[in-house]
Each structure stands twice: as structure tokens, then as C-alpha cells.
């Protein structure tokens, strides 16, 4: 999360993620999956802008910035008040804390949701950052890392520095990763979206495999060609079961000069991995030709 204050307010960047290794390991007594996933983050951001209100009151607006417009008619409507996950980090926050400060939360969203690119969780892990400070608690980063876990399962991995990770557990076990930044993605998504529990629903655990070690390796390298070699998601089969565009997108990207491609978390969007962002950019040009609604040239962030 990036922060910065102004006279009478916070601005905080909530990065979108792509999911460059994720193996569904098992399934676990409490309805949860046991996973191996490698994140990173990209240089794509929801802003959050956070401004003081009176005592108790907790206001979110929720609007789209024109680069995100292209997807507004998505299946999915990004959720406003008490069902966005802004507002339950806030609320959390406050009873964690017990206070009864008030806040006006704006939220511009250019990740589009039910896309598996992790903007949501993104967004409250940033709402967990910022406010943390605008309020001036002190919470440690352990209190924090409590409360995001109990937000979603990719929340903790959004709230520290970490650009690119290994999670486990059902995702909330980080082992930060030092990565080399600046790898270049195109990033696409359909009009329709994917609900995360239906895709896992779907899925039949692999325990057996490689693991994420020759990923962390080709990252660690920054070697665009070997991380792509390496690309794994357990999620596309049962993703692209549920949902035609997403078998429809995989089929357009086997047609692209990219490295690799494959669905991001449970989808509904689909990257390639480029050798460089002019590549990206023309591989760009030719998917929205193709009549995809929703495509980004994005870089891993160091
Ligand atoms: O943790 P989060 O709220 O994002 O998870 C949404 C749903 O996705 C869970 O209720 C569960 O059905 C599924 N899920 C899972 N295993 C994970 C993460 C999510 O089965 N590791």
C-alpha cells in the first residue's frame, strides 16, 4: 500500500495482483482449500481517499474511474456500504480497537472485481493501513494481520510491503519473495465475472506436483522466459468449466506472440506474459481489436 497525507486527508494505492503459481494442495475440514500460490503485485491501483467525519459515522462511495469504465456493464456489480469489504475493514478495525471515530471513505476502483486480480482484498487491506494511521491507534502488524485474515484469505498478503509472495495455508501464510521487479503483463478480462467459492467448489485438489520453487527461481531472476515456463492455476479448468469467456479468452491468448498466459486466481481475468511492456502494448492492441472488453498492459512492482 502506498500512502500519502494531505492537510485533511489520506490517499492510499491499492495494487491489483496476478497469481503466477497457485496449486490447490487439498481440501480442508473447514470448507477452505489448503494452496501454494505465488503472488505479485502489478501496477495497476484502486485510490482510497480517506477524510475525517463526525464521531461514528462511517460513509463509503464507490465510483468507477474512466480507464475501469470499459468493464462497468460486468455481471458482477462492485458492492457498496455494508457489503464491500472497505466498510467491513473499517467497522473491524474500529471494534478491534474501541473506538468510535467516524470516517468518509472515497473509493475509485480501476481493478475490476470477480476477477480473481485480488482488488477487493487489496482494498481492504489498504483501508486496514490507512486508517491504522489516520486514526493515529498504534495497532501492531500482528493485530492487523489478525483482522485481515478474518477479512478474506488474500488480505494479508496486501498489507505489508510485500510486492511478490509464496502464501499458503488457505493464502494467509506469506513468505515474502525478492523478486525482481518490472516483469510486463497484458492483463484481459470478460464482461462476465466468477464467484471464488463456485470455482473452488469445482476444483479436484492435486496433491501431488512440483511446487512453486523453479517460479520463485525464475522471478528471482527476473527472467520473463522461465517464470512463464512455470506458470501454473489449478483454478483455470474448473474456471473455464463454469464460465465460456474464460475458455473463449484462453483461446484468443494461444493465438498471441506471449510467453505463457493463464487465468489470474479464480478469474474471470487472463494474462500473458511478455518480454517487455511495447510487447504487452501490441498484444494489447490486437485483444481489444478482438472485441475483449476489458485489456491492461501492466509491470510487476519492486
Ligand atoms: O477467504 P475468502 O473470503 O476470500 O474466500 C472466499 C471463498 O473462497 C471461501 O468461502 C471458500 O469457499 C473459497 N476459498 C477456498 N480456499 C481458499 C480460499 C478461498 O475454498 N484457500
Known amino acids: 500500500m502506498l500512502c500519502r497525507r494531505t492537510a485533511s486527508s489520506l490517499v492510499a494505492l491499492a495494487p491489483a495482483k496476478l497469481n503466477l ?8 475440514t473447514d470448507g477452505y482449500h489448503d494452496i501454494e500460490t505465488v503472488m505479485t503485485t502489478v501496477d495497476l ?71 480473481g486480480l485480488g482488488g477487493g482484498s487489496s482494498d481492504a487491506a489498504a483501508t486496514l493501513g490507512a486508517l491504522n494511521s489516520f486514526w493515529s491507534l498504534g495497532l501492531s502488524n500482528e493485530a492487523l494481520l489478525n483482522l485481515a485474515s478474518q477479512l478474506g484469505s488474500d488480505v494479508p498478503f496486501f498489507l505489508g510491503s510485500t510486492s511478490t509472495g509464496v502464501c499458503r495455508g488457505r493464502g494467509e501464510l506469506i513468505e515474502p519473495l525478492r523478486a525482481l521487479a518490472g516483469l510486463a503483463f497484458v492483463v484481459a478480462k470478460p464482461a462476465s465475472g466468477l464467484s471464488t467459492p463456485a470455482v473452488y467448489r469445482e476444483c479436484r485438489p492435486e496433491p501431488e506436483g512440483t ?21 501454473r492455476n489449478d483454478l483455470q479448468s474448473p474456471a473455464e468449466r463454469l ?48 472485441g475483449v472488453p476489458w485489456v491492461q498492459v501492466v509491470q510487476s512492482r519492486c
Not at 503459481?21 to 480442508?28: H, S
Request: with cysteine.
Open 21 to 28: 503459481f497457485l496449486r490447490v494442495v487439498g481440501k480442508r
Open 45 to 115: 491501483y484502486d485510490t482510497l481517499i480517506f477524510r475525517p467525519a463526525a464521531r461514528g459515522e462511517l460513509e463509503l462511495s464507490v465510483r468507477i474511474a474512466a480507464s475501469g469504465r470499459r468493464n462497468e456493464d460486468a455481471a458482477e456489480p462492485i458492492p457498496a456500504g455494508e457489503s464491500n469489504l472497505v466498510y467491513r475493514a473499517a467497522r473491524a478495525l474500529k471494534q478491534a480497537a474501541g473506538i468510535d471515530h467516524g470516517v468518509r471513505i472515497e473509493l475509485i476502483k480501476r481493478i475490476p472485481s470477480a476477477a
Open 211 to 231: 511446487g512453486s520453487a523453479p517460479m520463485c527461481q525464475a522471478l528471482q531472476a527476473g527472467r520473463a522466459d522461465r517464470a512463464a515456463q512455470h506458470l
Open 243 to 290: 464460465n465460456d469467456d474464460v475458455a473463449r479468452l484462453a483461446c484468443l491468448f494461444r493465438e498471441q506472440p506471449v510467453r505463457g498466459h493463464q487465468l489470474s486466481g479464480s478469474g474471470t481475468a487472463y494474462f500473458g506474459v511478455c518480454d517487455s511492456r511495447a510487447q504487452a502494448a501490441a498484444v494489447a492492441g490486437r485483444l481489444r481489436s478482438r
